[in-house]
């Protein structure tokens, strides 16, 4: 047998005001809202990144786009404030993405890298993104190799020396920041790319010794 209610529970609802009801409405509404805003430019920003970076090793120069990427991450983060979801995965994966893409852009292009403040971004997307960079310019330096410019694909792993040096300077705990696991790929990657390119140049001083005294190869 269900039992009633008292009468001051059935009249609970007086307790809260339509106007309170009416407020706490319209403020979840645009809670729901700002966050599909978010995961809509979270998602706009990373593939917009990811082109770009491919734009950029098929040798094209997207300026037009980097400015655009640059304005799409602003609005991310100014959402993602206001809806307290600069902490969100989804988020710090976009902004990791697209200061990747920036320091790609820099490092291309001849510029001095962006700082995490004029990126809008904070330290761990900024390291991870710097991490990741790693990854693209051992794909310079191959394409480099491909195109017999050993002495290129040497600049670039001197580059990637110094950006390992940098991030073995940080230390965090996985859960704030899971850096270690980049650090060691960035290493490998590293290790791997100075064994190719100390074979090209080998083989490219045996090429030249072997033309200078006349002989094969």
């Not at 320091?103 to 330290?123: D, E, H, I, N, Q």
Request: net charge positive.
């Amino acid at each position: 047998m269900t039992r009633s209610l008292p009468n001051s529970v059935k009249r609970s609802h007086g307790l809260v005001s339509e106007s309170i009801r009416s407020s706490l409405e319209l403020e979840l509404r645009e809670l729901v809202n700002t966050r599909d805003r978010v995961q809509d430019l979270s998602r706009e920003l990373r593939q917009a990144s990811q082109q770009m970076m491919r734009r950029i090793h098929a040798g094209e120069t997207p300026a037009v786009q980097a400015n655009q990427i640059a304005q799409t991450r602003r609005r991310l983060v100014e959402e993602a404030e206001r809806a307290g979801m600069l902490a969100d995965e989804v988020v710090e994966v976009a902004l990791q993405e697209s200061v990747e893409a920036a320091l790609l852009w820099a490092l291309v292009s001849g510029s001095t890298f962006p700082s995490p403040r004029s990126l809008r971004v904070g330290p761990v997307a900024y390291l991870l993104g710097l991490s990741d960079l790693v990854g693209e310019m051992r794909r310079l330096a191959v394409t480099s190799l491909s195109r017999g410019q050993p002495k290129v694909a040497e600049s670039y792993l001197g580059k990637m020396d110094e950006v390992l040096s940098v991030l073995m300077h940080f230390d965090a705990p996985r859960a704030v920041m899971a850096l270690k696991h980049k650090q060691d790929s960035a290493r490998n990657l590293i290790e791997r790319t100075r064994g190719e390119v100390a074979m090209a140049l080998y083989l490219e001083t045996l090429v030249r010794e072997g033309t200078n005294s006349g002989g094969k190869v």
